[in-house]
């Protein structure tokens, strides 16, 4: 059973820096497209970013585009996020996501993702 494990969510002031660390079991980071998510209360599920199987192919969303960098360490089963810049509006549940599915490309629609991590907390104070 493939499980994911994120951590570093916290607390940060506008302007200041996070970075997300998802550590996965066996070896689905390196066999899938990973992903991050995140949902802030009352919204729905967002796209953040994602990294293709290989690498180094990466997608973004508009709104972190230039602040956020995904990225993914294979011989240690992980995945990050470096968020820099952080907003008030980056606040959120942020979830890490793999996409074991088949083909070639990056997908940003949740649905196309079927293993998901519990998530860690990110609050950005203003």
């Known amino acids: 059973q493939v499980q994911l494990v994120e951590s570093g969510g916290g607390l940060v002031q506008t302007g200041g820096s996070l970075r997300l660390s998802c550590a996965a079991s066996?070896?689905?980071?390196?066999?899938?497209?990973m992903g991050w998510f995140r949902q802030a209360p009352g919204k729905e599920r967002e796209f953040v970013a994602a990294?293709?199987?290989?690498?180094?192919?990466?997608r973004y969303a508009d709104s972190v585009k230039g602040r956020f960098t995904i990225s993914r360490d294979d011989t240690k089963n992980t995945v990050y996020l470096q968020m820099n810049s952080l907003k008030p509006e980056d606040t959120g549940a942020y979830y890490c996501?793999?996409?074991?599915?088949?083909?070639?490309?990056?997908?940003?629609?949740?649905?196309?993702?079927?293993?998901w991590g519990q998530g860690t907390q990110v609050t950005v104070s203003s």
């Open positions: 996501a793999a996409d074991s599915g088949q083909g070639i490309g990056i997908r940003t629609s949740q649905w196309a993702y079927n293993y």
């Open positions: 066996g070896r689905i980071v390196s066999d899938a497209r």
């Open positions: 990294i293709s199987r290989s690498g180094p192919s990466t």
